[in-house]
């Protein structure tokens, strides 16, 4: 009933720039906690970043300074605007987010179908 799309991936020469999107529908009572992850071939899920749903964000430290997240509540959707980016960026980025749907008391953690960033050299 919940869905999390990802869009704005896509292969970039070094020291470019990318926008990711990331748009939340179905039921969906309340979001709180955002983020994007990011996975590279043979390596483990790790966090890019995180934002609350008053706007605290949180930066891995490979990220930190190159990339900004953001979010619009309205419109349930979460961005990442990458900068400068270098070739060990590439990676699937998901997007993930914290909801609570209507009917429900928990919140459950939601994740997209992912965007592949390819950086080339």
């Known amino acids: 009933q919940v869905q999390l799309v990802e869009s704005g991936g896509g292969l970039v020469q070094a020291g470019g720039s990318l926008r990711l999107s990331c748009a939340a529908s179905?039921?969906?009572?309340?979001?709180?906690?955002m983020g994007w992850y990011r996975q590279a071939p043979g390596k483990q899920r790790e966090l890019v970043a995180t934002?609350?749903?008053?706007?605290?964000?949180n930066y891995a430290d490979s990220v930190k300074g190159r990339s900004t997240i953001s979010r619009d509540n309205g419109k349930k959707m979460v961005y990442l605007q990458m900068n400068s980016l270098k070739p060990e960026d590439t990676a699937v980025y998901y997007c993930?987010?914290?909801?609570?749907?209507?009917?429900?008391?928990?919140?459950?953690?939601?994740w997209g179908q992912g965007t592949q960033v390819t950086v080339s050299s």
């Open positions: 993930n987010a914290d909801i609570k749907y209507y009917g429900s008391s928990n919140t459950y953690t939601y």
């Open positions: 179905g039921s969906i009572f309340s979001i709180n906690v």
């Open positions: 934002i609350t749903s008053g706007g605290r964000t």
